[in-house]
């Protein structure tokens, strides 16, 4: 067995099937590295995906905002509603967003605004910070608001939030998907490929057959056929998608806000090593079941 | 050692090639088995070297019975067969070297013992000084040395050759009958498949007859023939 992974110089690479001498060994490695780095694409945006949500949710997940419209504003009002809310179980904080506060809100749409902040009806924003997101507090919360402001609207972010974590987790499911579909792929066409190669040296395999050649005698020549092959397209796609991701993270970095900043922990990076291999293994026992297969069918 | 009864070969759909073949080698023994083109002898060195099964009767190989082997155990049972083709059959991309440690490297064992086994196997046959080089670049006879070289480094127990002289001149097969013979002298049982009378007449071994998917067995020493049934040969 330990043969088989000692390449002795005199045995050139070392196959009793000439498979290094056949076309196509390029097309294989270029198709695996190919498929790696769609593979390492995929893990990243199952990974990445979970980071934005997680960024988009933190800082609403537990905050409610409630508004008081313009036309209604009372300081009573808004300091009576703010002592009832803080009464609540549940309630951390209730805040009123100051003046500072709105005008670096609607500065980006009107400029610098001071001079006709007098002038603008402006509307009381409380933010609410709970504790844990559930129907209690909030309804608890949307009680208190209309017996005390009837005509406030509470804004549990509610909507919104689960459609875009809807819509975030259907992104996450299209890239297993998707990784699951690349799997796939790379497992058909190493078994094509080993396929085929045994059918172009069935005289070579039944030679060794006739030899009393086992069946993992000669299966292991085309495991390791592939395995070397899938290496070679595995470490290249790994660097194709470490180039990628750190162009990603530059871009990211030099203009903040066009992407969502992409910072991997060690665990997340040796995924994207991971993955590739899995991908690899996938390749080396497709190839293992497929010239078994074929054996089988030798008497 | 091996023991065929009422054994039928048929290719596909097509007629039956070999049909209801009783015989049974004893072990040490040396057969030549002939027959004109075509009569199956090829055939019946597939079933000998259990590179195909029957399509009927039983063949018993070193005490087992094949058709109850799993492919497994009939691996095992071939490495106790060297086999010499008719086009040599050895594989063009590798050395002379390679070619005939290929049984050796199949049976397991260390690289070590197999390049002294080969060496010497090469030397003897006079090949030692271009075991480095591909059969493609090499003369027919070369090319036959290693595969003679090839099929019986692994010290088998039964060789079987097919049609060995026959694209070779008269006095390098006289030549291998003689390299043939030190071997059988040795204890290995041996069948070569031929139709040179040349051969046939110098040498008093029993003849297999392939006529017709029959076969028929003659013993020059005795110059009687018997059909088939139950001979113990
Ligand atoms: N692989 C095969 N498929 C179909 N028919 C075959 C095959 N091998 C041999 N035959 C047929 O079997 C018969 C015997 O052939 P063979 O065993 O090669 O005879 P010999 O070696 O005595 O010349 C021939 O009619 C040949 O056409
Ligand atoms: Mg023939």
Not at chain 1, 273 to 281: F, G
Not at chain 2, 13 to 24: A, H, R, W, Y
């Amino acid at each position: 067995m330990s043969r088989i992974f000692s390449i002795s110089p005199k045995r050139g690479v070392g196959y009793d099937v000439p498979l290094h001498l056949k076309l196509g060994t390029e097309f294989l490695v270029l198709l695996i590295s190919l498929m790696a780095f769609l593979s390492i694409l995929a893990a990243t945006g199952i990974v990445g995906l979970g980071h934005i949500t997680k960024a988009w949710t933190s800082g609403l997940e537990n905050s409610i905002t409630i508004e008081i419209p313009a036309a209604n504003v009372s300081e009573d009002e808004v300091q009576s509603l703010l002592q009832g809310l803080l009464k609540i179980e549940g309630v951390q904080k209730a805040q009123r967003l100051g003046q500072k506060d709105m005008e670096k809100l609607l500065s980006p749409w009107l400029g610098n605004v001071s001079s006709l902040w007098e002038d603008l009806p402006i509307p009381a924003l409380i933010t609410v910070t709970i504790s844990e997101r559930n129907a209690q507090i909030t309804s608890k919360i949307a009680v208190t608001t209309r017996k005390i402001s009837p005509n406030a609207t509470v804004d549990a972010h509610d909507a919104w939030l689960s459609d875009l974590l809807k819509l975030a987790n259907g992104l996450r499911l299209v890239s297993l998907g998707v990784f699951c579909l690349i799997m796939l792929v790379t497992a058909t066409v190493v078994a094509g490929a080993v396929r085929s190669r045994m059918a172009i040296h069935h005289r070579e395999l039944e030679l060794l057959h006739i030899m009393g050649a086992s069946d993992s005698y000669i299966t292991n020549q085309f495991v390791r056929y592939i395995l070397v092959q899938s290496l070679k397209g595995v470490s290249f796609g790994i660097l194709i998608g470490l180039a990628t991701l750190g162009l990603l993270s530059l871009i990211s970095r030099n203009n903040p806000g066009t992407l969502p900043e992409m910072t991997l922990s060690g665990a997340e990076w040796s995924l994207f090593v991971a993955v590739p291999l899995l991908l690899a293994i996938m390749a080396v026992m497709a190839a293992r079941i497929t010239a078994l297969r074929v054996l089988r069918e030798m008497p | 050692m091996i023991k065929f009864e009422h054994v039928g070969l048929r290719y596909g759909i097509g007629p039956e090639v070999l049909s209801d073949i009783t015989f049974t080698l004893t072990s040490g023994s040396f057969h030549f088995l002939c027959g004109p083109s075509g009569a199956g002898k090829t055939s019946l060195m597939s079933l000998l070297y259990l590179g195909r099964r029957p399509t009927r009767g039983t063949i018993q190989a070193f005490g087992q019975n094949t058709n109850l082997l799993s492919r497994t155990d009939l691996a095992a049972l071939r490495q106790n067969i060297g086999v010499i083709f008719q086009d040599f059959r050895l594989l063009p991309h590798m050395s002379a070297f390679d070619n005939v440690a290929l049984p050796l490297r199949i049976n397991g064992m260390n690289e070590k013992k197999t390049k002294a086994h080969v060496e010497e196997l090469l030397d003897w046959v006079g090949l030692g000084d271009c075991m480095h080089r591909l059969p493609p670049t090499m003369s027919g006879g070369q090319q036959q040395r290693i595969a003679v070289a090839r099929a019986v480094i692994a010290n088998p127990k039964l060789l079987l050759a097919d049609e060995p002289t026959g694209n070779l001149d008269d006095e390098i097969g006289m030549k291998l009958m003689g390299l043939f013979e030190q071997l059988n002298k040795m204890g290995t049982t041996i069948v070569i498949a031929t139709h040179s009378l040349q051969i046939l007449d110098s040498l008093p071994h029993s003849r297999l007859i392939l006529e017709n998917g029959q076969l028929h067995i003659f013993n020059p020493s005795t110059s009687s023939t018997t059909i088939k049934e139950n001979v113990d040969v």
